[in-house]
């Protein structure tokens, strides 16, 4: 079987199942409370939002909406694949013990198809243009991120959930030598936003910039990401952990409890909400990347761990 027709059968029973489930839980006692939230285009890369509009539903629109969601992976065609659809809220199930197994082990079953079909396309090819065009020549206007996300459901007996808007700070350290070699890979993978040459002359830039630095130079990279809402699942001190955070791309599918749910309210800009600016030497702009140390020997007060 050719890549793209194993991409379209795998996508098709991921989805088959994803029906048998939602057969299943509209046999249920379901109530629900999802959360709209605006669309975003390619327009939007790299702005942020003042406002971050929430529009609530309940009752039998937000049952509906929550068990479509569950296998809706289309994107308007200038959406960029990081904007991929949100839906946060709860589905509330209510049944027997007997069919709790059944809907948790379909769950189960589901999130490793989804596993399965994200190892597939990283299987496709080690270059990710390749990978890209193989997955939009096969199923077209889809959101490769929406397909591989976990269904999410909370462990037994959770007695809260609440909802807040977070930034989080992503980054690692790296050495010089594994940078040199990021931009030899780099260099087989034209961007679209680019010429070859251009993309050529940037990474020769970045290399040249690299070398002026120490064999012993260690750099880190400091990014913050987009402001999105995230979810604090509270359970009983005895569970470990007591607390737990989550991703609100979908709606928590919780069965037979019914914890102290809070609202997600509409993003208003906040000045502890405004980034920081990162400080220290810039060096690579691209990545967000910026100098450590040049000798091998942290400067004074930093809480980095350097790489040995």
């Known amino acids: 079987m050719s890549q793209i027709a194993q991409l379209r059968a795998d ?26 939230l605006p669309l975003w285009s390619e327009g939007d890369l790299g702005t942020e939002p003042d ?11 937000a ?18 694949g990081v904007f991929a659809k949100r839906l946060p809220g709860t589905l509330l199930i209510e049944c027997n013990q007997e069919t709790e197994l059944e809907i948790r082990g379909r769950i189960a079953t589901i999130n490793a198809l989804k596993d399965s079909y994200a190892a597939l396309i990283a299987s496709i090819s080690p270059h990710i243009n390749t990978r890209f065009e193989v997955f939009k020549d096969a199923v077209p206007l889809t959101s490769k991120k929406a397909i591989c996300r976990h269904i ?5 007996q959770i007695r809260r959930l609440t909802y807040s808007w977070v930034r989080r700070k992503v980054g690692g350290v790296f050495t010089r030598d594994e940078l040199l070699r990021d931009i030899a890979k780099a260099r087989e993978f034209p961007t679209q936003y680019k010429t070859p040459e251009e993309w050529q002359r940037s990474l020769d830039i970045e290399e040249q910039t690299l070398m002026q630095y120490s064999m012993h130079a260690q750099f880190m990279e400091k990014r913050q990401t987009r402001i999105t809402p995230m ?35 509409t993003y208003l800009l906040a000045d502890k909400d405004k980034k ?33």
């Open 231 to 265: 979810a604090m699942l509270t359970y009983a001190p005895e569970h470990k952990p007591a607390k737990t955070t989550a991703h609100t791309h979908s709606p928590f599918l919780i069965i037979n409890d019914k914890p102290a749910i809070g609202a997600l309210r």
């Open 152 to 156: 999410y459901t909370p462990d037994p």
């Open 11 to 36: 996508l098709a029973n991921l989805k088959t199942h994803i029906q048998l489930l939602a057969d299943l839980l509209e046999q249920q006692t379901l109530d629900a409370t999802v959360y709209e």
């Open 63 to 80: 049952i509906t909406r929550a068990l479509l969601h569950l296998s809706d992976f289309s994107m308007a065609e200038d959406m960029p």
């Open 51 to 61: 406002v971050i509009p929430v529009k609530s539903l309940t009752g039998n629109e």
């Open 276 to 308: 920081a600016e990162p400080t220290g030497e810039l060096v690579l702009p691209r990545r967000s990347i910026y100098l450590l140390t040049d000798t091998g020997q942290l400067p004074t007060g930093s809480k980095r761990r350097l790489k040995t």
